[in-house]
């Protein structure tokens, strides 16, 4: 079956601007995540979503960031006003509950502000 | 505050060395997973150790979790440059929906 899907695949903005982010997880995986990774480091959590359970969004940096997840399944991450440090590859990935288990990633975005 | 280290940061050698990688912690994981992350690509999983002590193999690969839990390796034997990527550990964080993660190791193995 498909894996997770993730669109666009690389992205350039304009600090300053909005920018949405799509991730398709695998059908019938209940948790999805989003990370961000700078250039050869390792993961930084930024929201995580359960089912219809409230998400824990303690991993967003700053206001700026908000994500949501439509009918349980795909999720958008949306920053406003960019800013250079915004710039990173934005990975999503989903899991079978409980959550901890394999997650499996989507490509990833990478987003240049410039 | 559970964390783990990655060890090397970046390490590059020729085909046909051997190599040890290593991710510790000084808290206690119930589990700890690798990820080998090639460019352009997300992370996969290679293995999960999940008792102490174990030692898991993956064709040239083997894996190891410490008897405490708290640290794990990973050995290639003759690598090739197949075997070039990021290598991530990463382990459930106590709400065991959340995975902590290494900062991985980049391995570049020279033809």
């Known amino acids: 079956g498909a894996g997770v899907s993730q669109s666009p695949s690389n992205k350039v903005t304009e600090k300053g601007k909005d920018v949405e982010l799509r991730c398709d997880p695998i059908s019938g995986h209940t948790a999805l995540y989003w990370y961000r990774q700078s250039l050869g480091q390792g993961l930084e959590f930024l929201i995580y979503?359960?089912?219809?359970?409230?998400?824990?969004k303690s991993g967003l940096p700053s206001d700026r960031f908000s994500a949501e997840r439509t009918g349980g399944s795909v999720s958008t991450l949306t920053i406003q006003r960019t800013q250079q440090e915004d710039s990173a590859v934005y990975l999503c990935a989903s899991s079978l509950p409980p959550g901890a288990d394999e997650q499996y990633f989507g490509p990833g975005t990478r987003l240049t502000v410039t | 505050t559970q964390l783990l280290e990655q060890s090397p940061q970046f390490l590059s050698i020729q085909e046909g060395e051997n190599l040890t990688v290593y991710c510790n912690s000084s808290s206690v994981f119930s589990s700890l997973q690798w990820y080998r992350q090639e460019p352009g690509e997300g992370p996969v999983l290679l293995v999960t150790?999940?008792?102490g002590g174990e030692v898991k193999k993956l064709k040239r690969l083997t894996f190891q979790f410490g008897d405490a839990r708290k640290d794990s390796s990973l050995h290639i034997t003759a690598a090739q440059p197949g075997d070039t990527g990021l290598y991530l550990c990463?382990?459930?964080?106590?709400?065991?929906?959340?995975?902590?993660w290494g900062a991985g190791t980049k391995l570049i193995i020279k033809p």
């Open positions: 150790v999940v008792t």
């Open positions: 979503f359960q089912g219809n359970s409230a998400p824990d």
């Open positions: 990463a382990g459930p964080r106590d709400s065991n929906y959340q995975l902590i």
